[in-house]
């Protein structure tokens, strides 16, 4: 959030003066700002159309930017959610397997028991 404190004035407040299609040439001036017809380089307080512009340009697509970096993330967290879900859902499954086993083997060892116990059909 540095970038907001920098930037001192909402562009969507300031009006276009100058004549119709001034618009991104040295001529447009934003408004309270003093113009210079000069050739000498411009004082900090003049702040040409062109720059103002770009000024607003870079503003927005940092907004654009900041943006889709927080869906991204939130993406990212969907997924880690997703996979840690996964994962314990995996755990879960590979315990039940251990125990289906065990079961099985159980069994297994009864009727191995059994058949010598139990005598043989004829």
């Known amino acids: 959030h540095h970038f907001t404190q920098i930037w001192r004035f909402d562009c969507r407040q300031v009006r276009v003066e100058g004549p119709p299609g001034s618009v991104g040439n040295e001529q447009g001036v934003v408004p309270g700002f003093k113009k210079s017809n000069s050739s000498l380089p411009q004082p900090p307080e003049t702040v040409p159309m062109a720059v103002f512009l770009t000024m607003r340009e870079a503003h927005e697509a940092l907004a654009r930017q900041y943006q889709q970096l927080r869906e991204r993330l939130q993406k990212i967290e969907q ?16 315990e039940e397997l251990k125990r ?5 083997q159980q069994a297994e060892r009864m009727a191995k028991k059994a058949k010598k116990t139990l005598p043989l059909p004829s």
Not at 100 to 104: C, F, G, N, T
């Open 100 to 104: 289906v086993h065990r079961v099985a």
């Open 79 to 94: 997924e880690k959610n997703r996979g840690i879900d996964a994962a314990a859902a995996a755990v879960a499954e590979r």
